[in-house]
């Protein structure tokens, strides 16, 4: 797996969030707040996760990851599931 692996399966995995916002792919950018963006709430973000972990085959630790104030972002993200 990789980074543009990994951003492709986000990218997918939140297209009915990104057209109902208007937001477009190329405007979520590795600094891009999945969260504090208001694309996705809690529930939504937790969801997410719980696809990486199941298409990439990897856990990620929420206790170790939350608080890092970058794991809601595109490229926060995309670094924890690359170092799981």
Known sequence: MNKLEIKEY???AISERLMLFGV?????TDGFDLVKSGLLDSMAFVDLVGGIEEKFKIEIDFEKVAD??????MGGLMNIILEA
């Open 68 to 73: 890092d104030p970058a794991f809601t972002s």
């Open 10 to 12: 986000i990218l997918e």
């Open 24 to 28: 477009k792919t190329s405007e979520v």
